[in-house]
């Protein structure tokens, strides 16, 4: 079955701690992006990866590292998370080819940052 | 550089009537449009998309929408509104797969309450 996996699923920290979102899929995409969602802004996103070692901006990446290590694994890292990065993360890849640019979310990421 | 604008943030229906959700957009090359609902507490599920082709588009639930290049619309509708269309609905527009990693611009949301 076609995947996007995200863990943690809901996550509450503290100001300042590491943390690591990480996502995985299981669809040898090539494309995969990070993206936050707030209340009447809906989802921007943070950052994409074209391939492997190959990431760049989106339109949100103040406060955000990403790496592409492996083709599968794009991981989301808050290296002192703040109180403004609480939020929904989703996790999202594509492929170009003949799925006729069919985007897949992960479930989705509840992060709280007190 | 490309946007959404969700007119309404927050919509109310009677059951059995019509939805309609308005989405405008701008885009500055051939926009693939697409509309995606979400459930209280959970992810995203696609409705509707559309690429090339056929301008009227059929999708999941018994939605469908229009994509009107004139007018830069994008108009969900259902003809008749059921409980358990109540969820917030988010129309985005692409560039395509090599814009930003395929990024999707997503408009504001409309949060749907259904009326008994």
């Known amino acids: 079955e076609a995947q996007v996996t995200q863990n943690p699923r809901y996550l509450i920290t503290v100001t300042g701690k590491k943390l690591t979102v990480t996502c995985s899929q299981n669809?040898?995409?090539?494309?995969m992006s990070w993206y936050r969602q707030d209340p009447g802004l809906g989802l921007r996103q943070i950052y994409y990866?074209?391939?492997?070692?190959?990431?760049d901006k989106g339109d949100v990446p103040e406060g955000y590292k990403v790496s592409r290590k492996e083709k599968r694994n794009f991981p989301l890292i808050l290296e002192s998370p703040s109180p403004n990065q609480t939020s929904l993360y989703f996790c999202?890849?594509?492929?170009?080819?003949?799925?006729?640019?069919?985007?897949?979310f992960g479930e989705g990421s509840w992060l709280t940052v007190v | 550089a490309q946007s959404v604008t969700q007119l309404g943030s927050h919509v109310s229906v009677s059951e059995g009537a019509l939805v309609l959700l308005r989405c405008n957009y701008s885009?500055?090359?051939?926009?693939?449009l697409f509309w995606y609902v979400q459930y209280p507490n959970q992810g995203l599920q696609l409705l509707l998309k559309?690429?090339?082709?056929?301008?009227l588009v059929k999708g999941i639930n018994g939605f469908e929408a229009e994509f009107k290049k004139s007018e830069t619309s994008f108009h969900l509708t259902k003809p008749s509104a059921h409980m358990s269309d109540a969820a917030e609905y988010f129309c985005?527009?692409?560039?395509?797969?090599?814009?930003?990693?395929?990024?999707?611009?997503f408009g504001g949301g409309t949060r749907v309450l259904v009326k008994p």
């Open positions: 559309y690429t090339t082709g056929a301008t």
């Open positions: 985005a527009v692409s560039g395509g797969i090599k814009a930003a990693g395929n990024k999707l611009t």
């Open positions: 669809m040898n995409h090539e494309y």
């Open positions: 999202a890849s594509s492929s170009h080819g003949v799925s006729g640019n069919t985007i897949y």
């Open positions: 885009s500055s090359v051939p926009p693939y």
């Open positions: 990866s074209m391939n492997v070692e190959v990431t």
